[in-house]
């Protein structure tokens, strides 16, 4: 009969402590094949070596400082990301001429007269 009661006592404290536990593992086994998947399918065996890391931050910090050079290269205006983006390599952002066109003409003349 004791036994009874403190069973009936500690089921719930046992029950909360395993659902935490589980939850625990399983919240982190997510996390680790989400970042296994990104690993595999996003970055390529070079994409992840600190030399292309720095080299990176160095493209990334030339081009903040030339749309940064008004305000003293702290901030840029939310009009100038979209620049920022165009003007940055690969890893970070396009640099592709179509893109630079569109930013600076965002409304191409379709070249018909008489609107």
């Not at 659902?19 to 399983?26: G, R, S, V």
């Not at 493209?59 to 940055?88: C, I, R």
Request: glycine share 6%; net charge neutral.
């Amino acid at each position: 009969m004791l036994t009874d009661v403190f069973a009936l006592a500690t089921a719930p404290l046992f029950w909360v402590v395993f659902m935490l536990i589980i939850q625990y593992i399983m919240v982190n086994m997510l996390v680790s094949v989400m970042i296994q998947e990104f690993e595999n399918y996003y970055f390529g065996d070079d994409e992840l070596s600190l030399d292309n890391f720095q080299r990176t931050v160095k493209e990334f910090d030339s081009v903040w400082a030339k749309l940064a050079k008004k305000y003293g290269g702290e901030k840029v205006k939310s009009y100038t990301l979209l620049n920022l983006y165009a003007n940055l390599k690969k890893p970070l952002g396009k640099n592709q001429p179509a893109v630079i066109s569109l930013l600076t003409n965002p409304f191409p003349s379709p070249g018909l007269q008489g609107f």
